[in-house]
């Protein structure tokens, strides 16, 4: 069964940094691959699609890179900003599937 | 935009009570999915359905039941509530990507 993980599970950094979120999974047999924010009490919003032929997505100040052969997506985000405080998670789609398999979830909280 | 409305955004009932979540979208998505996200454990996939009539059990789908009478609504069913369904329940539409609705926090009294 596809496991996908997240580290770090908690990150707080000063606002400008740009930073790293990991996410790795355990089957590199993948169709897709998608970041999603998620504010509290919220439902998840759609940040990033990769597909598996792809190696990046790029939307505003993220970036992210998938490296299927070794099972790793990173989700870098530029300057960040107080507002990008949230949790991010990680999700693939197998390639016999529909729906996605979640990581736990990194909860980034930029201070200002 | 896509827009996927969950019907409620708290819900309280008791144990033993039928409960119906509901689920609509206006993007004429074939797949249709339901989740349960608990602290610790993550979003989990209870059923989903690729066509009207359609559905599939996903990883936790004991004591749920769905209907998909229409395509553009999915609903979720607790038989008979317990206190270990109180949870967030997120709805989904779509595949590349999947859009959420922004759940229903549901307690089981």
């Known amino acids: 069964k596809q496991e996908v993980t997240q580290i770090p599970a908690a990150l707080s950094v000063p606002e400008g940094e740009n930073l790293v979120l990991n996410c790795s999974f355990t089957?590199?047999?993948?169709?897709?691959l998608q970041w999603f924010r998620q504010d509290p009490g919220k439902g998840l919003t759609s940040l990033l699609l990769?597909?598996?032929?792809?190696r990046e997505q790029t939307s505003g100040r993220l970036n992210a890179s998938l490296d299927k052969s070794s099972g790793r997506s990173t989700l870098y985000i530029a300057a960040s900003q107080p507002g990008d405080s949230a949790t991010y998670l990680c999700a693939v789609v197998g390639l016999t599937g529909y729906a996605l398999n979640f990581g736990k979830g990194t909860s980034l909280l930029v201070t200002p | 935009d896509v827009k996927v409305t969950q019907s409620s955004r708290y819900l309280v009932k008791r144990t033993g009570e039928k409960v119906f979540l509901e689920c609509v979208q206006d993007?004429?998505?074939?797949?249709m999915f339901w989740y349960r996200q608990d602290p610790g454990l993550g979003l989990r996939l209870i059923y989903f359905s690729y066509d009207v009539k359609m559905k599939e059990k996903g990883d936790i789908p004991e004591g749920y039941s769905v209907s998909r009478e229409k395509k553009e609504r999915f609903s979720l069913i607790l038989e008979s509530a317990s206190t270990n369904q109180t949870s967030m329940y997120l709805c989904?539409?779509?595949?590349?990507?999947?859009?959420f609705g922004d759940g229903t926090r549901l307690s089981i009294l």
């Open positions: 990769i597909q598996s032929s792809q």
């Open positions: 993007m004429d998505h074939e797949n």
């Open positions: 989904a539409t779509g595949y590349q990507p999947q859009h």
């Open positions: 089957d590199s047999a993948i169709y897709n």
